[in-house]
């Protein structure tokens, strides 16, 4: 059997016997043994094990290519621009190391452009600036705070009043996710 997405969310399952069509969220398929005897069939089996085994993409997702290193990863189907896998991705709050410098930063948010669309305060583009000839002018943009101009007392929604630096995805490497939460840094060192 093989198995394919379709844009809205459906699957195609080509068969010896026949090409059905499979809506996981309904639980329905096309072929007989669904249609006429509600049973439920071997080409929803099908299509659940593939999803489980990430080989197709889950309802509500579709496939892109990772900017950093050309895997393949899902992604939501609005999704727009330059995508990343779980292993290159960023969210605000995840501390992060600078490849370049050693400095450990914190990210504040994700740009969604490329590093090649992105100006800096100064006004160069993220791609020209000289550090970061090694990485894609096709990555995306994340701006991110240094770890010590962060307050004791920061928190998630205190990043975005900080000064913050814009870097190509590649540059930051992953540290600890979620470092600056719904708690402040002040209170999460008191706990340790």
Known sequence: M???????GRYVVETDGGTYVVDVDAR??????NTI?????KHLRRVAIEITRGEVPPPGRRSATCAVCGDETFV???ATGPQLCPDHE??????????????LLVVTRDLGTRADETRTETGDLVSDYETNADYGDHEPVFEAVYLGSLPADAGLADLGELR?????????RPVEQGFVGAQSLGERFARV
């Open 2 to 8: 093989a198995v394919r997405p379709l844009r809205d």
């Open 37 to 41: 005897r509600h049973a439920r069939c």
């Open 164 to 172: 913050a630096y814009r870097f190509p995805a590649s540059r930051l």
């Open 90 to 103: 960023h969210h605000p709050g995840d501390l992060v190391h600078d490849r370049e410098t050693g400095s």
């Open 76 to 78: 939501p189907m609005e």
């Open 28 to 33: 329905t398929c096309t072929c007989p043994d």
